[in-house]
T-cell receptor, first 112, second 114 residues
Framework: DAKTTQPPSMDCAEGRAANLPCNHS???????VYWYRQIHSQGPQYIIH???NNETNEMASLIITEDRKSSTLILPHATLRDTAVYYC?????????????FGTGTRLKVLA | SQTIHQWPATLVQPVGSPLSLECTVE??????LYWYRQAAGRGLQLLFY??????ISSEVPQNLSASRPQDRQFILSSKKLLLSDSGFYLC?????????????FGPGTRLLVL
């Protein structure tokens, strides 16, 4: 399973875009990149995922480099409620199921 | 729509006591189910996963066990708790290979072993 590397913490001003980077240099061709976030004392919340192309939904945008070795999660207009730990995960497949290997993530703090 | 439930929400147990945490999923059939543990200030560690009734795969040797007695029920157990079993336990589900493989998490159970 590919491993991901994320900065331990980031700050972002409220109303500005938050750009969270992730390196996954050992990713395989059929492995997806997933992003989750975890607000204190809650279960992780799914944000977005992608394989090769950039993706956008109501929560965020995901930009994946052409070589797929890194990606960036973009929260276009960060609010105080976006303060959380953000996990970038590369999903592998083992024995017919999917294993999500979580790292320690990026602690994003949105400042008023 | 699908929902995932975990109980209890919090639990304080003495060392050496047994443990049973339950997770159920509604609104889907034949899900893949997962148990994770998160120590304070750390990332999530996958403990067990199950692709069907009675089928359990263990990721990390430890003091815990898991069972899946019904299609949408996943149970985490221990015969004798250790101090190191304290943490935040999360259950998750996916629809399984070939379908939407996004993993969805429950609200978690916070366990404190004293």
């Amino acid at each position: 399973d590919a491993k991901t590397t994320q900065p331990p913490s980031m700050d972002c001003a409220e109303g500005r875009a938050a750009n969270l980077p992730c390196n996954h240099s050992t990713i395989s061709g059929n492995e997806y990149v997933y992003w989750y976030r975890q607000i204190h004392s809650q279960g992780p919340q799914y944000i977005i995922h992608g394989l090769k192309n950039n993706e956008t939904n109501e929560m965020a945008s995901l930009i994946i480099t052409e070589d797929r070795k890194s990606s960036t999660l973009i929260l276009p207009h960060a609010t105080l409620r976006d303060t959380a730990v953000y996990y970038c995960i590369v999903r592998g497949t083992t024995s017919g199921t999917y294993k999500y290997i979580f790292g320690t993530g990026t602690r994003l703090k949105v400042l008023a | 729509s699908q929902t995932i439930h975990q109980w209890p929400a919090t639990l304080v147990q003495p060392v050496g006591s047994p443990l049973s945490l339950e997770c159920t999923v509604e609104g889907t059939s034949n899900p893949n189910l997962y148990w994770y543990r998160q120590a304070a200030g750390r990332g999530l560690q996958l403990l067990f996963y199950s692709v069907g009734i009675g089928q359990i795969s263990s990721e990390v040797p430890q003091n815990l066990s898991a069972s899946r007695p019904q299609d949408r029920q996943f149970i985490l157990s221990s015969k004798k708790l250790l101090l190191s079993d304290s943490g935040f336990y999360l259950c998750a589900w996916t629809r399984g290979p070939g379908r939407d493989e996004t993993q969805y998490f429950g609200p978690g159970t916070r366990l404190l072993v004293l």
